[in-house]
Nanobody
């Protein structure tokens, strides 16, 4: 199984970026897909999750970020608008089958999620 994240970069505050995470080697539609982010020296933080039941977002990104998926392309996206310097982080995608409806497990240990992708750096300048 591979999760390949891409789309990170440098953007000015107020700008937008779209991250992608393409999965291979798994039955994509069966998995909830997650986005987390991490700043060096801080704990990994839940950003968003999506399954066939719908999405869920951290309060810090609600109204600015949208996650959506294309099951035909085995890809999940994170559209990030109105970016702020505090959004600067390495963004990771993860896949996990353990969810119910839109009840996602947002604060488990890393090893409790089925699969992780490599991170993609997002830097927002002020």
């Amino acid at each position: 199984v591979q999760l390949q994240a891409s789309g990170g970069g440098l953007v000015q505050a107020g700008g937008s970026l779209r991250l992608s995470c393409r999965a291979s080697g798994l039955i994509f539609r069966r998995y909830a897909m997650y986005w987390f982010r991490q700043v060096t020296g801080k704990e990994r933080e839940f950003v968003a999750a999506i399954s066939s039941s719908g999405g869920s977002y951290a309060d810090s990104v609600k109204g600015r970020f949208t996650t959506f998926r294309d099951n035909d392309k085995n890809t999940v996206y994170l559209q990030m608008n109105s970016l702020k310097p505090e959004d600067t982080a390495v963004y990771y995608c993860a896949a996990d089958q353990k969810y119910s409806g839109t009840n996602y497990y947002t604060d488990r240990e890393m090893h409790e999620y089925d699969f992780w992708g490599q991170g993609t750096q997002v830097t927002v300048s002020s």
